[in-house]
């Protein structure tokens, strides 16, 4: 009896314990730079520590709760914390904000000729010496240190500057650190305590800087990856691979795992990067828009940038949707991402002899059923999802030999073709829905496989409903390369106008986020997935994951050719020289119509003209502030966001008429409003003795006035203000559209090359 009832307790203790740990919940708390009682501590960790200690009522060691604390990207730390707890915490006098850790997820051997970067000539790569000395840090799922796209032959020696570290961990050691791969860094407390565990079929993950998913190898070798000769994925895309500044040095933050990237994981690392010394920080994650006051990436940036750190992030992969781009902070670089004029063709020859175009990375030639005719399955009904072809939903007895057709959407591109390939099918044709419509984002499928447009999927579904016996067959096509038309902005990139803050506009750019090959880790098949036993040293991906990593590798060129320039500098030169045509000279589209700015921000990011601008738009950190206090910010709003207690009373009148010094301009006519009127200064960073005169294609409805007309530079570095008057042409209530969109230029009397393009976007508030 008495075993029996201490079995009972320990039963019991265990289930209270268990209960406990799944009570808490992990928060970061940001606290006000000045806390009174700060110089009371030997050091922040214990001043960390106090307020713990104050509201802590378990006999838990309050050390054992503080997962981080932060100096550095933010004042303040990341705690699990009960409800109890939480209240007591919120309650205390010197904390700013408390706020839930947040999961957010993860949104080439051409591109850099695709953007007119060429080692032969003089130009961007030759003037920045292709990125030479500048540190890039990337925040992603860590690296796979052997990729010969992290060799280190020829690279200058680690910049003197740098005080990271090579982490050692799991299946990774300081010497897999070089000058090339300078550092690396997990990052993993969040994750940790999240208490969500990895499915069967999950790649077992790396508690190192070693990269488990292929996710952050890729994008880091995109930005700064060394040259490598005869790279190619299965032998498609052949070519030399580089990253857009091939002698940068690469830093490696590990902040996303199998379940995601979480805040408190992200913040730690940001915290961390600004005091390493890195000059871009690179982040291809994050979620849907939330106020900045809210957002660890923004808050943690805003410090960044005050260090002279540049931060490009991914607009997200929402689109087409409107309002549903990301990291929409003015002092962060966000980027869409737009098609290159590379394609994998992969026709589907259907038994009437018809062809449908579509593309696909399989190499065509290693599989017995490749090329041969087939007959065509689409299996639908029920609810098990097998017009999804999700894993286990495919009847063995219908698709076994055949060649399946698959609907987009829901579960991953490439897990389809595994689930056909189990269930016995002999090939796979993915079909775009009207969500995609004619987006072609391309795998390397563990099966023959081709990605077909919305419309042929909707004649290949006609032809299937007319037939008996409807057959289809694949050809393989390889690699061609500029028979279309390109850049086009992507389907599934995030569009605007900014949800939290419109006056802004965003996103700011586009560049290459489709079908990007770079380097890919040994430990997974180029498809990523577990089953693939194929194994390569470069695969392809999509997304503006894609896209960001561009931008940031070409930041740390123009930072190289101009180390002087601040974050917005760098901005502005990549803004006011992107192309709005494509390789045709035609408008780059979006779909079957021309973009607008809300989906490619001022347009297709150009190297070779953002090294030398000619002019620029700077913006100091204290502007920001006045911006945000425009906005409406409230006193502990703006605290939190730029760790200062400032007055917006104070600022406002002092700063009457201001308007964000931002590179691109948006408009904003609220109710009964007929003009605004913005102001701008320009920087000249070309050539002295410059006279620049303005061009203005005014927005339908709108009219525009700019004085003065001509802006005459004396000497480098001078700056010069302009205004603008925009009139709504349009009465409260008349406007049968809510946007419309030009553009400003100023263009140098003598060098052609100097045109300084600002986008336009107005918008009639309801």
Known sequence: ??????????????????????????????????????????????????????????????????????????????????????????????????????????????????????????????????????????????????????SDHGMPPVPKKWRGVCQEGQDFNSSN???????????????????????????????????????????????????????????????????????????????????????????????????DGVDILSLSLGGFPIPLFDDSIAIGSFRAMEHGISVICAAGNNGPIQSSVANEAPWITTVGASTLDRRFPA????????????????????????????????????????????????????????????????????????????????????????INLEEDSVDAHVLPASLIGFAESVQLKSYMNSSRTPTARIEFGGTVIGKSRAPAVAQFSSRGPSLTNPTILKPDIIAPGVNIIAAWPQNLGPSGLPEDSRRVNFTV?????????????????????????????????????????????????????PAGVFAMGAGQVNPEKAIDPGLIYDIKPDEYITHLCTLGYTRSEISAITHRNVSCHELVQKNKGFSLNYPSISVIFRHGMMSRMIKRRLTNVGVPNSIYSVEVVAPEGVKVRVKPHHLIFKHINQSLSYRVWFISRKRTGEEKTRFAQGHLTWVHSHHTSYKVRSPISVTWAK
């Open 1 to 150: 009896m008495e075993a029996k009832a201490q079995l009972l307790f320990s039963v019991l203790f265990l289930f209270l314990v268990f209960v406990h740990a799944q009570s808490l919940q992990t928060y970061i708390i940001q606290l006000h730079p000045h806390g009174a009682t700060a110089s009371s501590f030997s050091s922040k960790v214990q001043w960390h520590l106090s307020f713990l200690e104050r509201i802590m009522f378990s006999e838990d060691d309050p050390s054992s709760r503080l997962l981080y604390s932060y100096h550095s990207a933010m004042e303040g730390f990341a705690a699990q914390l009960s409800e109890t707890e939480l209240e007591s915490l919120r309650k205390l006098g010197e904390v700013i904000a408390v706020r839930p850790d947040t999961r957010l997820q993860l949104h080439t051997t051409y591109s850099y000729k695709f953007l007119g970067l060429s080692p032969a000539s003089r130009g961007g790569w030759f003037q920045s010496g292709f990125g030479h000395g500048t540190i890039v840090g990337v925040l992603d799922t860590g690296v796979w240190p052997e990729s010969p796209s992290f």
């Open 177 to 275: 650190c070089n000058r090339k791969l300078i550092g690396a860094r997990f990052f993993s407390k969040g994750h940790r305590v999240a208490s969500i565990s990895p499915s069967s079929d999950t790649v077992v993950e790396y508690v190192s800087a070693r990269d488990s998913h292929g996710h952050g190898t890729h994008t880091s070798s995109t930005a700064g990856g060394a040259s490598v000769p005869m790279a190619s994925v299965l032998g498609n895309g052949a070519g030399v691979a580089q990253g857009m500044a091939p002698r940068a040095h690469i830093a490696i933050y590990k902040v996303c795992w199998f379940s995601g990237c979480y805040s408190s994981d992200i913040l730690a690392a940001m915290d961390v990067a600004i005091r």
């Open 347 to 434: 026709i589907v020859r259907m038994g009437n002899g018809k062809r449908l175009y579509g593309e696909s990375m399989y190499p065509g030639k290693h599989n017995p059923y490749a090329g041969k005719e087939l007959e065509l399955v689409y299996v639908t009904g029920g609810d098990s999802g097998s017009e999804f072809c999700f894993k286990g939903s495919l009847p063995r007895a219908k698709v076994l030999g055949k060649m399946v057709v698959c609907d987009r959407g829901v579960n991953g591109r490439a897990e389809k073709g595994e689930a056909v390939k189990e269930a016995g099918g002999a090939a796979m044709i993915l079909a775009n829905t009207d």
């Open 541 to 593: 991906m999509s997304g503006t994951s894609m896209a960001c990593p561009h931008i940031s590798g070409i930041a740390a060129l123009i930072h190289s050719a101009n180390p002087t320039w601040t974050p917005a500098a760098i901005k502005s030169a990549m803004i006011t020289t992107a192309d709005v045509t494509d390789h045709t000279g035609k408008p780059i589209m979006d779909s079957n119509k």
